[in-house]
């Protein structure tokens, strides 16, 4: 399995931005398609955004749909979720995971993904 470490969370006001980062190591970073997903308290873990091992296909959650941006760096093994305009209901523990996928697919169901990262703390005041 590829190991996976997230950064970038923190504390931010309402309409703020934030940028997640996802380092991956341990297996050849291309090989994965990767996803991010969130936990808030006393919530179950959500689909958040997802995006191929290419790069080239994107999938978002109709709750942050034109608000978060997910991309990869396959020469870094890292991928990314640009987070702007935050709002409250944003706040949560977010983790990146990774799927030996084909090179074209996209998962967005949690049971898909192999790996995890430990998460990483979004809080968003109003």
């Known amino acids: 399995q590829v190991q996976l470490v997230e950064s970038g969370g923190g504390l931010v006001q309402a309409g703020g931005s934030l940028r997640l980062s996802c380092a991956a190591s341990?297996?050849?970073?291309?090989?994965?398609?990767m996803g991010w997903f969130r936990q808030a308290p006393g919530k179950e873990r959500e689909f958040v955004a997802a995006i191929s091992r290419s790069g080239r296909s994107t999938s978002y959650a109709d709750s942050v749909k034109g608000r978060f941006t997910i991309s990869r760096d396959n020469a870094k093994n890292t991928v990314y979720l640009q987070m702007n305009s935050l709002k409250p209901e944003d706040t949560a523990v977010y983790y990146c995971?990774?799927?030996?996928?084909?090179?074209?697919?996209?998962?967005?169901?949690?049971?898909?993904?192999?790996?995890w990262g430990q998460g990483t703390q979004v809080t968003v005041s109003s």
């Open positions: 995971a990774a799927a030996q996928v084909p090179w074209t697919n996209i998962r967005t169901t949690q049971s898909e993904y192999d790996s």
């Open positions: 341990g297996r050849p970073f291309s090989n994965y398609a």
